[in-house]
């Protein structure tokens, strides 16, 4: 008709089911009783506006501890305790490392929770429960002996939202729970003006179960284990049906491409960490932390200050989802997604190797996730800088090579598989 606009396409219509590991069903909001245009995303606008003015520290008096609150978490750090007990102060932790009474253990425990992203309820359960457990991760730690959900229902959903929605979330993030080995017992529920999941894990350790992230040294390698642009494609799928916005990057980009961008940013923020942390072990990580909120260049920074020895961590290459990076340019680069700034959600571990092992590193992830059925179940690895002496920064170089990385189940992702290890050059 004349003067209409069409909704967007379906799944079915651009024939993506190659993008979907086995098992897996799309969300269809009329199958649960739900309107077809039915969306837990909170409006861009209003979540920048509930951001705002949160990077700061919360100090009580007469305690040992100081609460951080950052962006997107907020971590307990011990403030009484010496370095060398292995606890830190400031936003470069990604747990808490709580030293116990008893044998030399270690309580590490970390909480974090978000708005959702995406439209399926179920994937956002489980993206929310990876991105807690991805803390634990970021530090060697492959065991979570216990999580709790945190989960607040919004106010504005009706009793039927509510009763269809909520259930599948919960059932995503236990069933990811489960895959990590672990369990949720407990949580708390509220009402409240806005949906946020979200969750704590907690582990009692040895301390040869953890890598401190403060042992980078001149020579390391940089790696990353999944791509980034995930706020870029979660943010161009919702621009599908709104003209105004789909105008800026129609030129560079097809709604299938966008669509296939979607579903992989969905299955890469909701894929575990585990593999790529117990793989830190076997080839002597110095450093890690996890990519999210901060961006990677935001949390390479932070990594960068907490390192023993007086280095600097210099990014040459950025793999991104397909696409992604045309997008970005073509909005005039508001998501800042070349310049490292731009949010992550559930992001990959940002590991700081020894040269002689990052490409084995690499090549063993890329080997188990092509023996998932090319699935990306496990996910990729890309080395994408160096470690040189300098004084606690990270920088991207001026043209860093992007690495176009295909959507999974692709055409481009099959070939991918199929080609040789990953290439160790950082130039």
């Known amino acids: 008709m004349s003067g209409s606009t069409s909704p967007p396409p379906t799944v079915e219509a651009v024939g993506t089911e190659g993008c979907f590991p086995p098992g897996y069903k799309p969300f269809k909001p009329e199958e649960h009783g739900l309107e077809r245009g039915f969306r837990c995303k909170v409006p861009q606008e209003a979540l920048l506006k509930l951001l705002a003015g949160l990077d700061h520290y919360t100090l009580k008096p007469k305690l040992t501890s100081v609460i951080v609150v950052t962006q997107n978490k907020s971590t307990f750090v011990c403030l009484s305790c010496p370095h060398p007990c292995g606890v830190f102060t400031g936003i470069g932790m990604d747990s808490a490392v709580i030293p ?9 425990q970390t909480t974090d929770f978000f708005y959702p992203l995406v ?5 956002m359960g489980r993206i929310a429960c990876a991105n807690v457990l991805s803390d634990l991760y970021a530090m060697g730690i492959t065991e979570c002996d216990n999580m709790l959900m945190l989960l607040s229902v919004s106010q504005k959903m009706n009793e039927k939202d509510r009763e269809r929605v909520m259930p599948l979330m919960i059932r995503g993030f236990r069933d990811a729970a489960e895959e990590g080995g672990t369990s949720v017992t407990g949580g708390q529920t509220v009402i409240n003006p806005w949906i946020i999941v979200g969750g704590v894990a907690s582990v009692v350790c040895q301390p040869n179960e953890f890598i401190m992230p403060d042992g980078a040294v001149p020579g390391d390698v ?52 585990r593999t790529a942390a117990g793989l830190m072990h076997k080839y002597q990580a110095h450093a890690a932390t ?53 949010a992550e959600t559930s992001g990959g571990l940002l590991v700081c190797l020894p040269r002689e092992q990052a ?19 496990v996910g990729g690895a890309w080395i994408i800088g160096i470690v040189e002496k300098g004084d606690r920064h990270a920088r991207i170089i001026d043209k860093p090579r992007i690495i176009e990385v295909p959507p999974r189940g692709s055409q481009a992702a099959n070939q991918e598989n199929s080609s040789t290890s990953p290439d160790p050059s950082v130039s």
């Open 290 to 342: 996890d990519v999210t909120g901060f961006g990677l260049l935001g949390h390479a920074n932070n990594l960068a200050r907490q390192q023993q020895n007086e280095v600097a961590f210099v990014i040459h290459n950025l793999p991104i989802i397909a696409k992604m990076a045309a997008i970005s340019k073509a909005c005039g680069n508001l998501f800042n997604l070349l310049q490292g700034t731009s």
């Open 100 to 108: 116990l009474r008893h044998g030399g253990l270690s309580l590490v």
């Open 222 to 273: 940089l790696v990353l284990t999944k791509p980034l642009g995930t706020r870029v494609a979660v943010n161009a799928y919702l621009w599908i049906d709104q003209p105004e916005k789909w105008n800026k990057i129609k030129l560079v980009v097809t709604k299938e491409e966008v669509i296939e961008a979607y579903q992989e940013a969905m299955f890469s923020m909701a894929t575990l960490n």
């Open 359 to 377: 490409a084995k590193f690499c090549s063993e992830m890329k080997n188990l996730s092509s023996g998932a059925g090319g699935q990306g179940a």
């Open 119 to 123: 439209e399926d309820p179920y994937m």
